[in-house]
Structures are given as structure tokens and as C-alpha cells.
């Protein structure tokens, strides 16, 4: 019932940006949490930085200093601002909306936008 749709990756140099958008929409709980992951050939996935209902901001080690995450709650929307990409930030990059109703936790993925840096 909940959906993601993630858009704005491509293909860019080392030491350029781009920016990530991701809209949710659907029955989301009011207080959530929504960030972005990434998963390179050969690894598995891992957190690039998350932010709450309030503001609270999470980031990988890796991306500290290069990478903004932010959200517009009345749009149920994230985005990732990257900043002097490396390589290394080549992946598949997914939008993630997880929150806590009752007793049970959901989470929602989308279907993921490639980013690549290579010169």
C-alpha cells in the first residue's frame, strides 16, 4: 500500500553532484523515519544517512561532509543532496520509509536509481 519512487541518479565525474529525490506515498504513520541505502556490485547494503519526522540526522562515516540529507514532511518526500562524489559512491541507491505502529515494524523500500561516478 505504501510506495516509493525514487529519481535524479545518473552518470557523473569525480567531484561532482547530484541530487536524489524520493516521494512516498500510501497509509504512512505520521512519525517516521526516512533515509537512503546503497548497495555497490559485490557488497551488500548499507546506510548512507536517514532522518526523522523532526529533523534528527544520520550519516555514514563515509559521506560526512559531502552528503545532505533532508525531508518535506507534507509531501512525504526525502532527498539526498551528494556533494564531491568519489568512486567509491558508485551504487544502487534506495529510498527507505520505516516506522512503528502497535506493536509491529514496517519498513518500504523503492526500486532503487543508479548512481555511477567514473571519469
Known amino acids: 500500500q505504501v510506495q516509493l519512487v525514487e529519481s535524479g541518479g545518473g552518470l557523473v565525474q569525480p567531484g561532482g553532484s547530484l541530487r536524489l529525490s524520493c516521494a512516498a506515498s500510501?497509509?504512512?504513520?505520521?512519525?517516521?523515519?526516512m533515509g537512503w541505502y546503497r548497495q555497490a556490485p559485490g557488497k551488500s547494503r548499507e546506510l548512507v544517512a536517514t532522518i526523522t519526522t523532526v529533523g534528527t540526522t544520520n550519516y555514514a562515516d563515509s559521506v560526512k561532509g559531502r552528503f545532505t540529507i533532508s525531508r518535506d514532511n507534507a509531501k512525504n518526500a526525502v532527498y539526498l543532496q551528494m556533494n564531491s562524489l568519489k568512486p567509491e559512491d558508485t551504487a544502487v541507491y534506495y529510498c527507505n520509509l520505516g516506522f512503528t505502529r502497535s506493536i509491529m515494524k514496517y519498513n518500504y523500500w523503492g526500486q532503487g536509481t543508479q548512481v555511477t561516478v567514473s571519469s
Open positions: 500510501g497509509s504512512i504513520f505520521s512519525i517516521n523515519v
